[in-house]
């Protein structure tokens, strides 16, 4: 099960980044309770996304690195940044440090409260592969009350679509590799009925056609009206699917 998938069953409000880059986007902007990051990542390691994060002079919040490597010195360079916890194997509890949960640290305990009660919020996985407008998406999409997964691309869209179950897949048509399209016929083969709204900054008439014709709950061109976003979005999540 994924990380993701079990912290929301526990009921905690939860956040995801591609890549260390977008993860410091989403801190300034959220302001996250704890952080969970791997030591390992693409760009920049996760040791240095924490350090550039302390950096930016934001409230320190408490990190738990995550690891499945062997390599030495990593528990000393993690508590060298006065990590919170360090696991090395997620399955394996005896490998965790610290032994009781960080939360009690801070008095934080689970809740279903949320922004807008978690318990009733929907999740929207936003794939895109320019930066600027997932960000954009995930942030307005957030500020409007719900829970916001992202993907860089296709294939790991449909990924998370498999293991995340989101309520509803806000996607872009041309987005190697793994097409929008070709993520929303798949889920459809594999019998997954979750809505897709696509966007799209082309202007080919055949477009809104297609995603008709593949049972699209919606069609935005971009630059989109955030308005209309807010309201197809709201549409398609009201619709029975």
């Not at 760009?43 to 934001?58: A, D, I, K, P």
């Not at 360079?77 to 394996?92: E, F, I, R, V």
């Not at 978690?118 to 998406?137: G, N, P, Q, S």
């Amino acid at each position: 099960m994924a990380l993701g998938t079990r912290l929301r069953a526990t009921g905690y409000e939860v956040l995801t980044a591609p890549d260390p880059a977008f993860a410091i986007l989403l801190a300034c902007v959220h302001l996250p309770d704890l952080i969970i990051s791997d030591i390992f990542l693409p760009v920049m390691q996760g040791l240095s996304f924490v350090r550039r994060l302390r950096s930016l002079g934001l409230p320190e919040v408490p990190v738990i690195f995550i690891t499945a490597s062997q390599q030495n010195g990593l528990w000393e360079s993690a508590m060298q940044l006065h990590a919170a916890g360090y696991l090395k194997n997620l399955t394996t509890p005896h490998d965790c440090w610290p032994p009781s949960p960080v939360f009690s640290n801070r008095g934080l305990t689970p809740t279903r409260l949320g922004r807008c009660g978690l318990e009733f919020m929907k999740t929207i996985l936003v794939a895109d592969d320019d930066r600027k407008i997932t960000f954009a998406l995930a942030k307005r999409l957030a500020s409007a009350g719900y829970d916001v997964l992202t993907a860089p691309n296709g294939l790991e869209a449909l990924q998370l679509a498999l293991e995340e179950r989101p309520d509803l897949l806000l996607m872009d048509v041309w987005m190697p590799p793994g097409y929008g399209l070709s993520v929303a016929e798949r889920l459809h083969q594999l019998g997954i009925a979750t809505p897709v709204i696509f966007l799209s900054g082309s202007h080919d008439p055949d477009i809104p056609r297609v995603v008709r014709e593949i049972g699209a709950a919606g069609y935005l061109e971009k630059p989109y009206d955030p308005q209309c976003l807010l309201a197809a979005v709201a549409d398609a999540l009201a619709t029975p699917h």
